[in-house]
């Protein structure tokens, strides 16, 4: 059974976030560096171009393969 987008985008953020939420990490870089946190703005924009462009089986297999490689 294929996960859904919203399941593969969820497990995604806690991969690449971890505690904090997307947006709180754009802002936190955001304060400490106004052009880094510009790019961190554009890279959570295309992160979720992404999301939303892929398929859900698409979205799995890269899931599979980044835990297979964390084992």
């Not at 806690?14 to 997307?22: A, C, G, N, Q, W």
């Not at 802002?27 to 398929?55: N, T």
Request: overall charge negative.
């Amino acid at each position: 059974m294929t996960i859904s987008k919203i399941e593969a985008k969820q497990l995604l953020e806690r991969l690449i976030f971890e505690d904090t939420h997307p947006q709180d990490w754009v802002d936190d870089v955001w304060g400490l560096s106004p052009m880094h946190g510009d790019s961190c703005a554009k890279l959570l924009e295309a992160f979720d171009c992404l999301i939303e462009l892929c398929r859900e089986e698409q979205l799995e297999n890269l899931l599979q393969s980044i835990y297979q490689d964390k084992v």
